[in-house]
């Protein structure tokens, strides 16, 4: 079955970096789009960045844009988030999504009602 699991969040100092991934399982990567949302405590869940299937075209929240990246390694079945210069407000939880077989492309990547599968999440605390 669809499976994704996050790792790699942790604490870290304002202006550090960290590298999230998500490793999949249940389907073939390189053919679907997969995003990162986050959920801040006491605030909706909120998209990240999206990479689509073929050309691995990219998407990224304005308040990302710049500092991270997200990039896939089909033959590793998995995805990443390089997140550089974080601040105190990238604090959250961190999940990845993904909805085979319908979502191949980033295509209104940032509503939360399209993806049927998540992982559990991983926490990213950025504080001095």
């Known amino acids: 079955q669809v499976q994704l699991v996050e790792s790699g969040g942790g604490l870290v100092q304002p202006g550090g970096s960290l590298r999230l991934s998500c490793a999949t399982s249940?389907?073939?990567?390189?053919?679907?789009?997969i995003s990162w949302f986050r959920q801040a405590p006491g605030k909706e869940r909120e998209g990240v960045s999206c990479?689509?299937?073929?050309?691995?075209?990219?998407h990224y929240a304005d308040s990302v844009k710049g500092r991270f990246t997200i990039s896939r390694d089909n033959a590793k079945n998995t995805v990443y988030l390089q997140m550089n210069s974080l601040k105190p407000e990238d604090t959250a939880v961190y999940y990845c999504?993904?909805?085979?077989?319908?979502?191949?492309?980033?295509?209104?990547?940032?509503?939360?009602?399209?993806?049927?599968?998540w992982g559990q999440g991983t926490q990213v605390t950025v504080s001095s």
């Open positions: 990479i689509s299937s073929g050309d691995g075209s990219t």
């Open positions: 999504a993904a909805d085979p077989p319908i979502r191949t492309v980033c295509a209104g990547w940032e509503t939360t009602a399209l993806y049927d599968y």
């Open positions: 249940g389907f073939t990567l390189q053919q679907y789009a």
